[in-house]
């Protein structure tokens, strides 16, 4: 990076002025390159939330949150929504580029040729009970995948960098899939490798050793948008835990179950989750009818209540993702006969109502792909417990891209943030009978 222009930081306790660089990125707003200030100054910056400070350098994903725009290596989120499948999602996020017919088929082999785990994971499951929460599962057995492939975990080595990349992609439809099957007291399914990624995902959440499952290509191809609207978000609360924990040298299955636990709030992925418990509450206390009254209890900032799958830290213009999300939705319930699905016309009522209201419009409150994703998943019989889980699943490949990319990086350093420390100050411990 070379800078172009300058700034200057000039204070009013006698420290001297100082210059900071200012790199420009391809797209986006500049950055002041900070990393002297402590050095040259004394003086940390203060920026909980990282509200305005851009914590890597990356070639991967950019969002325009005034826009409503999301690119994956410049790509934008609709084209290939509509053009290409997940996989070829993920060859590009890892890649840098789409993949010609060749490169796909060779991916998909790679692929699908990785998606069993090893026998004795099976076992894990079982050291769970079977009213655990998926996620918590899913947790533990992506972090256990570091004590079976000591193979791939010279994170130095960019083959073996390679190989943990098809691991985890490979193997995460199985894990998820498992997480279920344990849940419901049903056979774990094994992959089968002649289907598409997400179909053999699908036979194996919902099919059975007594059975041949035929998968529906509409459901199939409403799963796989998902996947893909659901792949990459450059640098949000899960990826940043992923390049913090990787920073350290920790291997890449660690740091993915780092990267699934911080998902699992409902600030984060778990909002899906929580929008469709919220849709239901409002069904059960009278649906349409009660949204004046659930949103009147929103806009008082004392009753904690959030309107789920609304907001957004860096959109502040619709979510691309929620428009293709609310059209896949559409098409789902056509297609299983569910048109006048009660949920889907309470979300579109609410989603109408809070648009035209002041609380939400002057704070630039859009629909996130969370509000109609829980919908969809509904629909195509996942349950609600799970939808976190296929989020995890779907995002693994933005993971372990940007982990990529920071371990390739040669600027990269371990993580480590600072803090305004305003406890008490030094002092001496008096013996217990003087405290
Ligand atoms: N419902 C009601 N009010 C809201 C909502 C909401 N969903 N989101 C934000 N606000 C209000 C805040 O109370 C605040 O109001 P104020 O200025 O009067 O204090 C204002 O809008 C700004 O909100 P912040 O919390 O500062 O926005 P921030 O960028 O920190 O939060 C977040 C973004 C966490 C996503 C928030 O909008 C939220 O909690 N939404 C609901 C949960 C959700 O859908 N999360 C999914 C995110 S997308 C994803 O992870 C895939």
Known sequence: MTAQKTATLTFSDGTPPVEFPIYEGTIGPDVVDIRKLYAQTGKFTYDPGFMSTAAC??????????????????????????????????????????????????FEYRVMHHTMVHEQMTRFFQGFRRDAHPMAVLV??????????HDSLDINDPEHRFVSAIRLIAKMPTLVAAAYKYSMGQPL??????????????????GTPCEEYQPNDVLVRALDRILILHADHEQNASTSTVRLAGSSGANPFACIAAGIATL??????????????????????????????????VKDKNSGVKLMGFGHRVYKNYDPRAKLMEETCAEVLQELGLQNDPTFALAMK???????????????????????SGIVQKALGIPVSMFTCIFALARTVGWIAQWGEMIADPDQKIGRPRQLFTGPVRRDVKPIAER
């Not at 989120?77 to 010609?100: R, S």
């Not at 533990?140 to 492939?149: D, K, M, P, R």
């Not at 399914?189 to 919902?206: E, G, K, Q, V």
């Open 264 to 297: 699992w709030g409902p600030a984060h992925g778990g909002a899906n989750e929580a929008c469709l418990v919220m849709l239901d509450e409002i069904q059960k206390q009278g649906g349409i009818e009660k949204i004046g009254e659930f949103i009147d209890k």
């Open 189 to 206: 399914m094994y992959p089968r490798n002649d289907l598409s990624y997400t179909a053999n995902f699908m036979r194996m959440m919902f």
């Open 140 to 149: 533990g057995c992506v972090g256990a995948l570091s004590a079976f492939y």
């Open 57 to 106: 350098e990356s070639r991967i994903t950019y969002i325009d949150g005034d826009k409503g725009e999301l690119l994956y290596r410049g790509y934008p989120i609709e084209q290939l929504a509509v053009n290409c499948d997940y996989l070829e999602t993920c060859y590009l996020l890892l890649n840098g580029e789409l993949p010609n017919a060749e490169q796909r088929r060779d």
């Open 350 to 372: 609410l989603e109408q109502i809070a648009r035209e209201d002041d609380y939400f419009v002057q704070r630039k409150l859009y629909p996130n792909v969370d509000f109609y």
